[in-house]
């Protein structure tokens, strides 16, 4: 069957082989899988609630600590967070939990729950500066508690990687818009289009809220100083960010290098098979042995064509030809490409925002910095840099913020 870039490729369960998966459970009495899941989904509850077939159950367990439960469902690690620790691994293979939290979630959106309320107003204010999911879920655990929440967002859209990163055929735009307007229709005041640091000022919003959130993700990409000016070189995040606003209606040459071996890349590669692009090269600087991306999404990615080659960083470019060295053995190559696609990484602008970053991350553990008003969280905050860890953090960095300020 022809795949096509904005299907999603996993179809998803039906009601009789959802139900077949929730009753491979072991209904384990210390749940593991619930104690590995990082935001606290507790699945061993939620599958359960399914085995009993109250759908209605699971969604209110999901949504009690997830807002973002449809995407996480789609999109988390699994294999390295709740399936790893489901006690099946050492029988035969883990619960499909993502699988089963995807029916429930679905379930949930075609039956028109409404499980998220806002608490009554304590008359406080915070400002978030950045939507993505864990500027996001703060949002919902503030409105929650009572805080009125203002989100600040240089973009048109809210969503952060969400809207503009990750795929549409692992992550469709209704579901993220969904799940988003949900959220904002809890009560949240959304300033798209506004720059913290340029269209408005931290010092102004520390003036007009009680504290101020930064949000901010690894929202730029990293560029390679050879790269910069060329005329064929795009960077992965500018990519698959024109490609998702375009959904999938974007003109893209026939034979296109793609450099870079994390997830990311893998997401360029596929997509641009997807957009049914002829040759795919993806030159990574890491053995096979050394590879950063997944094994899933690389056995996904060369089994869609593309071809990986590995062991290489780039030496020199001229218009479109780039020479490799081999970083191990005494070796060069040379690709030429209609398109270079850059995959080396994101990091985050926290220029105007008093914020000194090491590493991409502030120096220190927790939410609060040494202003008193400022707090951080997201992909800026130590941790995962994943979905499900922002999640966490968004929620951690609210109740702190609560703690501090004494909101009830
Ligand atoms: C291509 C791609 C694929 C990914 N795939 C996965 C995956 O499959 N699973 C997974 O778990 N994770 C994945 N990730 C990682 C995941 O998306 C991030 O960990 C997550 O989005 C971080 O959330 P965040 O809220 O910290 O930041 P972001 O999602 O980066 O959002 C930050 C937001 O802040 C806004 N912003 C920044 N500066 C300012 C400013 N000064 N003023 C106003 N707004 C500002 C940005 O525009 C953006 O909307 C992927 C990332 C990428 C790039
Ligand atoms: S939110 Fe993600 S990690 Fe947590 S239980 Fe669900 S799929 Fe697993």
């Not at 809210?158 to 009560?187: C, H, K, S």
């Not at 990409?221 to 500018?238: H, I, Q, R, S, W």
């Not at 602008?349 to 220190?364: G, Q």
């Amino acid at each position: 069957m022809t795949k096509h870039y904005d299907q999603e490729l996993d179809s998803g369960y039906t009601m009789t082989t959802v139900m077949a998966e929730a009753a491979r459970c072991l209904l384990c009495h210390d749940a593991p899988c619930s104690k590995a899941c990082p935001a606290h989904t507790d699945p061993a509850k939620f599958i359960r609630s399914v085995r009993f077939r109250n759908f209605k159950g699971a969604a209110e367990t999901i949504r009690e600590n997830n807002a973002l439960g449809a995407i996480c469902a789609r999109v988390c690690p699994t294999e390295k967070y709740c399936q790893l620790a489901c006690a099946r691994c050492g029988i035969d293979t883990p619960i499909d939990i993502g699988g089963i939290q995807r029916f429930v979630t679905d379930f949930e959106q075609q039956a028109k729950m409404d499980i998220l309320e806002k608490g009554p107003s304590n008359g406080l204010k915070v400002a978030i500066v950045g939507s993505g999911p864990s500027g996001l879920q703060a949002a919902t655990t503030l409105l929650q508690k009572g805080y009125a929440v203002d989100i600040y967002e240089q973009q048109a859209k809210a969503g952060g990687y969400l809207t503009y990163g990750i795929p549409e055929y692992r992550l469709p735009n209704d579901i993220v818009d969904f799940e988003i307007n949900r959220i904002l229709n809890l009560g949240a005041t959304i300033h798209y289009n506004t720059t913290i640091g340029q269209e408005l000022t931290l010092a102004a919003l520390k003036t007009s809220h009680d504290a101020v959130i930064l949000a901010i993700g690894a929202s730029q990409a990293k560029m390679l100083p050879m790269f910069e000016n060329n005329a064929y070189t795009e960077t992965a995040v500018d990519f698959l960010a024109r490609v998702k606003t375009n959904q999938g209606h974007v003109t893209v040459p026939d034979n296109v290098l793609v450099i870079g071996g994390g997830d990311v890349a893998m997401d360029v590669a596929t997509t641009l098979k997807l957009l049914n692009v002829p040759q795919v090269t993806d030159v990574v600087y890491e053995t096979f042995s050394e590879f950063k991306a997944s094994k899933k999404e690389l056995e996904a990615t060369q089994q869609m064509g593309v071809t990986i080659i590995d062991g290489y960083v780039p030496d020199s470019i001229n218009d479109n030809t780039v020479t490799f060295k081999h970083r191990k053995i005494n070796g060069q190559i040379q690709v030429q490409a209609d398109k270079i696609i850059l995959a080396v990484g994101q990091v985050a602008d926290a220029a105007h925002l008093d914020l000194t970053l090491e590493n991409n991350e502030v120096p220190f553990t927790g939410y609060q910095t040494t202003d008193p008003k400022v707090f951080v969280t997201g992909d800026i905050a130590q941790g995962d840099k994943t979905v499900v860890w922002a999640v966490q953090k968004g929620k951690e960095v609210a109740e702190t913020i609560d703690a501090v300020l004494g909101g009830h």
